[in-house]
């Protein structure tokens, strides 16, 4: 598996699971073609598609640390943590 300063990506995926239905996953990857390129720099699961679209990811850097973040639209429900969702 490739590093991102190595030509890499990180990977944006959905599965179920979580407090309220549906879990971000994320990864690092190398392209495969079946994924769907983001600005060179995000591959998304064709599955996770319907559930992400419209929805704004960002990298946030706080005092206790870097995560990366989704707001997303279409989200009826959501846990404190920001790790799962439902539609």
Request: net charge negative; with cysteine; charged share 15%.
């Given at each position: ?82 790790e799962?969702?439902?539609v």
């Amino acid at each position: 598996m490739q590093s991102v300063s190595n030509g890499g990506y990180v990977t944006l995926g959905v599965k179920g699971g979580g407090c309220s239905g549906f879990q971000y996953t994320w990864g690092l990857s190398e392209i495969k073609t079946e994924d769907e390129i983001i600005e060179n720099i995000l591959l998304l699961d064709p599955l996770a598609i319907m559930y992400v679209i419209g929805s704004e990811i960002d990298y946030v850097t706080e005092l206790g640390g870097s995560f990366l973040t989704v707001v997303n639209p279409t989200a009826k429900t959501s846990c404190g943590c920001g790790e799962s969702f439902g539609v």
